[in-house]
Antibody
Framework: EVQLVESGGVVVHPGGSLRLSCAAS????????MYWVRQAPGKGLEWVSL????????YYADSVKGQFTISRDNSQNSLYLQMNSLRTEDTAFYYC???????????????WGQGTLVTVSS | VIWMTQSPSLLSASTGDRVTISCRMS??????LAWYQQKPGKAPELLIY???TLQNGVPSRFSGSGSGTDFTLTISGLQSEDFAVYYC?????????FGQGTRLEI
C-alpha cells in the first residue's frame, strides 16, 4: 500500500525557515518524480515544486522560486522541502504527492499524503 | 502561464442527478488534463487523467471529456459520497496549474 506521510509543519514567524519531510513507502520511491502541492486554508490547490526520480531536475512555481528548495534522499525514501524567508501568504497545508507514472514523469498525481500545516504568523 | 476557468464554483444537486463541471483553458492543452475530488479534511484524490481515462478504482459514474481548451467532468447518478470539491489540473506546460474548484453540495 502506497503511503506518504508529511511532517514538519509548525507555527513560524515571518522571515523564518522550515524544512518539511515526506516519508514514502509501498512503492519503489526512486522510480518516481515527486511533488509538493499546497492549499491555503479554505482555498484551492497550488502546485509548488517537483523533483525528478534522480533529483537531477527540479521545477518551482514562480511564487516560491528562490525561496523554497526541493530535495530527496532515495536511500531514505524521503522527500523534503526547505522553506526560507517565509511570508504570511505561505500559510497552507503542504501535501507531498507521487507521480502516476514511473520513469518519465506524467505530471499528475495518483497518491497524496495527508498534508502538514505550515502557519506563518507573528 | 495557462489560466484555467472552472465553472460553476458552486453546484447544488440531489442524489441520482447527473451533473457536469466545466474547465476552460486560456490556450490549447491537447488532452493533458486531470480531475481530482477532495472531501473535507482530506487530500485530493485522482479521478481522471488524459482528460477521459478513469483512474483505477474510480466508479464508472464519473467520466471526462474534451480536448484543446474545453473539458467536462460528468457524474451520472450522484451518490451521497460524491458531494465534495472538484478540481481540474493541466499538465501541458509549467507551471502546473489547477482550476479554482467546484463545490458540489446537496
Amino acid at each position: 500500500e502506497v503511503q506518504l506521510v508529511e511532517s514538519g509543519g509548525v507555527v513560524v514567524h515571518p522571515g523564518g525557515s522550515l524544512r518539511l519531510s515526506c516519508a514514502a513507502s509501498g512503492f519503489t520511491f526512486d522510480d518516481y518524480t515527486m511533488y509538493w502541492v499546497r492549499q491555503a486554508p479554505g482555498k484551492g490547490l497550488e502546485w509548488v515544486s517537483l523533483i525528478s526520480w534522480d533529483g537531477g531536475t527540479t521545477y518551482y512555481a514562480d511564487s516560491v522560486k528562490g525561496q523554497f528548495t526541493i530535495s530527496r534522499d532515495n536511500s531514505q525514501n524521503s522527500l523534503y522541502l526547505q522553506m526560507n524567508s517565509l511570508r504570511t501568504e505561505d500559510t497552507a497545508f503542504y501535501y507531498c504527492a507521487k507521480d502516476k507514472i514511473g520513469g518519465r514523469a506524467a505530471y499528475y498525481f495518483d497518491y497524496w499524503g495527508q498534508g502538514t500545516l505550515v502557519t506563518v504568523s507573528s | 502561464v495557462i489560466w484555467m476557468t472552472q465553472s460553476p464554483s458552486l453546484l447544488s444537486a440531489s442524489t441520482g442527478d447527473r451533473v457536469t463541471i466545466s474547465c476552460r483553458m486560456s490556450q490549447a492543452i491537447s488532452s493533458y488534463l486531470a480531475w481530482y475530488q477532495q472531501k473535507p479534511g482530506k487530500a485530493p484524490e485522482l479521478l481522471i487523467y488524459g482528460a477521459s481515462t478513469l483512474q483505477n478504482g474510480v466508479p464508472s459514474r464519473f467520466s471526462g471529456s474534451g480536448s484543446g481548451t474545453d473539458f467536462t467532468l460528468t457524474i451520472s447518478g450522484l451518490q451521497s459520497e460524491d458531494f465534495a470539491v472538484y478540481y481540474c489540473q493541466q499538465y501541458y506546460s509549467f507551471p502546473i496549474t489547477f482550476g479554482q474548484g467546484t463545490r458540489l453540495e446537496i
